[in-house]
């Protein structure tokens, strides 16, 4: 079955610089990766997401990445901003209603002002 | 976005009670949903998926009969915890599918935090 790796686990960063958090996985047959954000006491939300036909997607500070021959995809945030600090998890899933998300471990981003 | 809402937000039972969450897709249909449970500082677990009108499909380990689900309309799925333990204390999350063309994005709940006594 799917395996979704994601890496740091814990990332800190000062306010104004960039943050990447990176995740592989290990079924070639996925092809839908989504970013979720999830703050304290919340439920996940979803902030971009990206699909096997397109290598790069940006919605404003965030973008992600995908690179299908090698199986890993990366989450960008630029300009960090103290609201930005969350805990972020990537997901994997062959799409349709075939593929469940499968989910990295997260990654706690810290953006101190 | 989409929106996801579940109820209660927060619940504190006795041991051996049951509780129902209740989760609903507020401006779409869903005919799958999703259960998750969360531990502090883990990521999510998948428990069971719920599919409109037929049986949950539950992962390996849950067991179906102490969390019933029941997905009874395209917009609401319920998880009932039965007979609940301090053991199962913890943040359950639901998740809608929405269906769009070719695509599937789902959307998560606010979270339920049970606290069992």
């Known amino acids: 079955g799917e395996n979704v790796e994601q890496h740091p686990s814990t990332l800190s960063v000062q306010e104004g610089d960039s943050a990447v958090i990176k995740c592989t996985y290990s079924?070639?047959?996925?092809?839908?990766f989504p970013w979720y954000k999830q703050e304290l006491g919340k439920g996940p939300q979803l902030i971009i997401d990206?699909?096997?036909?397109?290598g790069e997607k940006k919605d404003q500070r965030i973008a992600v990445t995908l690179n299908k021959t090698a199986k890993h995809f990366s989450l960008h945030i630029t300009e960090t901003q103290p609201e930005d600090s969350a805990v972020y998890f990537c997901?994997?899933?062959?799409?349709?209603?075939?593929?469940?998300?499968?989910f990295g471990k997260g990654t706690k981003l810290s953006v101190k002002p | 976005g989409a929106v996801v809402s579940q109820h209660p937000s927060r619940v504190i039972c006795k041991s051996g009670t049951s509780v129902k969450i209740e989760c609903r897709s507020l401006?779409?249909?869903?005919?799958?949903m999703f259960w998750y449970r969360q531990f502090p500082k883990q990521s999510l677990m998948l428990m069971a998926t719920?599919?409109?009108?037929?049986?949950?499909?539950?992962e390996q380990g849950v067991e179906k009969d102490k969390f019933l689900i029941n997905h009874a309309s395209l917009t609401l799925s319920t998880l009932t915890v039965t007979s609940a333990h301090p053991e199962d204390s913890s943040f359950y999350i639901c998740?809608?599918?929405?269906?769009?063309?070719?695509?599937?994005?789902?959307?998560f709940g606010p979270g339920t935090r049970l606290t069992v006594l």
């Open positions: 998740s809608a599918r929405r269906s769009s063309g070719r695509s599937d994005t789902q959307y």
């Open positions: 079924d070639s047959a996925s092809n839908y």
């Open positions: 990206i699909r096997s036909n397109v």
């Open positions: 997901a994997a899933s062959m799409g349709g209603s075939q593929g469940n998300l499968i």
């Open positions: 401006d779409f249909q869903a005919t799958t």
């Open positions: 719920s599919n409109e009108g037929s049986k949950a499909t539950y």
